[in-house]
């Protein structure tokens, strides 16, 4: 009996050093298990309990519950300490240094197409023209032959236009949304409308996706000299109140008669050899435009005796790339931040 009671005041005395000795609540915690454990070692001792004389065995049985609860107690007071102080340790590797400078904040922009569309249906507004859309899938019917595109002309070729499905194609200019634009309502008509367009092209100048801008104005007795005064006043608007427009006949199918529109060098006027926009010629083309064809009012159901008007399609990159020096087309379109940047 003395035998039993003497094993557990010495395992008593071991694991209380034991467990000052600790240096973390992973110690503790291993300290616990190895003697209050159902493998313990307090466990263990007691195995002996059933070679005691019956009598003995509740004066052991009180003297190991002491040694337990002391164990118990010495574990958990040790728990708070190294617990705390575990913490306070963890708190000040923590530490936050409020001097640090803060990370700052990026601001997004709007893309250069987006803002050049703006711009441009901005100025335009000033004078009247709606925003209006069209599909980007567009069947063959509208987006040639609606707009005096015969079958055999060459922009129908395989190398300039994707085609979706039978009879159904992606939309290789604006131009469509004018006969959309006249099928669905009366003159007077003054339109604007913005959006991509797709063609089997890729370089430095040209993307298998760009936007364009097309403008439509039909009423009664609109002229070849409204259009002028529609495009100097854009142009004007656009680069500069001192730019010129110059317009060089040119033929588009869906319009009689056509022009290409030149606006002189907003950066040198003409006068610099070697700038770095006109390349010394003074002038840069912008613009496509004509008097609507009267073939294009027969299909939309119009008059042609009665109503006349003009339309003009123009390149949205090739005005942002203008307005901001943008050297190559692919720019537009890769998502390069630091480039994007440059548009705040
Ligand atoms: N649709 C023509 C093009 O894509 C541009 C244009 C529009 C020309 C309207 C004249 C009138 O090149």
Redesign the pocket.
Known sequence: MSDLIGKLNSLEGEVLAQIAAAKSSDALEQIRVSVLGKKGSLSEVLRGLGSVDAAERPKIGAVSNQVKAKVEEALSRAKETLGSAEINAKIAKEKIDITLPARSLHLGSLHPVTQTVRKITHILGKIGFDLTTGPEIETDFMNFEAVNIPKDHPARDMQDTFFVGPGVVLRT???PVQMRAMREQKAPIRILCPGAVYRADNDATHSPMFH?I?GLWVDKGVRFSDLKGTLQFFAQELFGSDVKIRLRPSY?P??EP?CEVDVSCFKCGGRDEKCSICKGTGWLEIL???MVHPRLFEVAGYNPNEVSGF???LGIERIAMLLHHIPDLRLMFQGDVRFLKQFL
Request: glycine share 26%; charged share 5%; net charge negative.
């Open positions: 200019q604006t131009s364009q097309e588009f869906f319009v056509g496509g435009a004509g339309a003009f399609g």
